[in-house]
């Protein structure tokens, strides 16, 4: 079973330019998330989609962030303009579902971000 | 809200020894869940066990066990038998309605 796939694993990118980033699920997870982790830090949530829906965004600087998960399947984050300080790891992970335990989730590899 | 705290940001251990992970965490969830998960520098996050706080039955997988004192809020992470590919960053998260929150985490080192 293939894991959770995440493009670009690295971009470097001046400061004011857009970026996007794009996750693939593990095959019939229907939850997804995006995560923000800063060096040294544990991973903080950035937005939750049960299929193509959006259900907890609250953590997610809307200003200049935005997401999309079309069709409810793969999904993408986008930054525009990025700023010096979104330089981190962006990851993305995927879970079955909710149901009525906490159902375990699944990791991709990251995108690691640097802006200049 | 849940909150979670590791309060080691290091540790070493030598190769085959025993070592213990703290955390301790902080929940208004009456259901929720536990995890300790590993980042190794490739920086892929790992499932490395996981509880579910109903069950008084401490998890166990392989060489990794917890003990976890619900009464304390503790959840700490014994790994046996040390192995040189244990070394990297380790995760506690505490999580209920499908929302995950990650400690700091605590950098291992194995020494040989």
């Known amino acids: 079973e293939a894991g959770v796939v995440q493009s670009p694993r690295y971009k470097i990118i001046e400061k004011k330019q857009p970026v996007a980033f794009w996750c693939n699920p593990i095959s019939g997870h229907n939850t997804l998330y995006w995560y923000l982790q800063n060096l040294g830090q544990g991973p903080e949530l950035l937005i939750r989609y049960e299929n193509e829906e959006a259900v907890d965004d609250s953590q997610l600087p809307k200003d200049r962030f935005s997401a999309e998960r079309l069709k409810g399947v793969d999904s993408t984050l986008k930054i525009q303009p990025a700023e010096l300080g979104d330089s981190a790891v962006y990851l993305c992970?995927?879970?079955?579902?909710?149901?009525?335990?906490?159902?375990?989730?699944?990791f991709g590899p990251g995108t690691r971000l640097l802006v200049l | 809200a849940q909150t979670v705290t590791q309060s080691q940001p290091e540790m070493s251990v030598q190769e085959a020894e025993t070592v213990t992970l703290s955390c301790t965490y902080d929940?208004?969830?009456?259901?929720?869940?536990l995890f300790w998960y590993k980042q190794p520098p490739s920086r892929q996050m790992i499932l490395v066990i996981r509880?579910?706080?109903?069950?008084?039955q401490n998890a166990t997988e392989n060489r990794f066990s917890v003990n976890f004192q619900k009464a304390a809020k503790s959840f700490s992470l014994k790994i046996s038998d040390s192995q040189l590919g244990d070394a990297a960053m380790y995760f506690c998260?505490?999580?209920?309605?499908?929302?995950?929150?990650f400690g700091q985490g605590t950098r291992l080192t194995i020494n040989p």
């Open positions: 929940t208004s969830e009456s259901d929720y869940y």
């Open positions: 992970a995927s879970s079955r579902g909710a149901s009525g335990s906490m159902e375990t989730q699944y």
């Open positions: 509880q579910e706080a109903y069950k008084q």
């Open positions: 998260a505490a999580g209920g309605a499908q929302k995950l929150v």
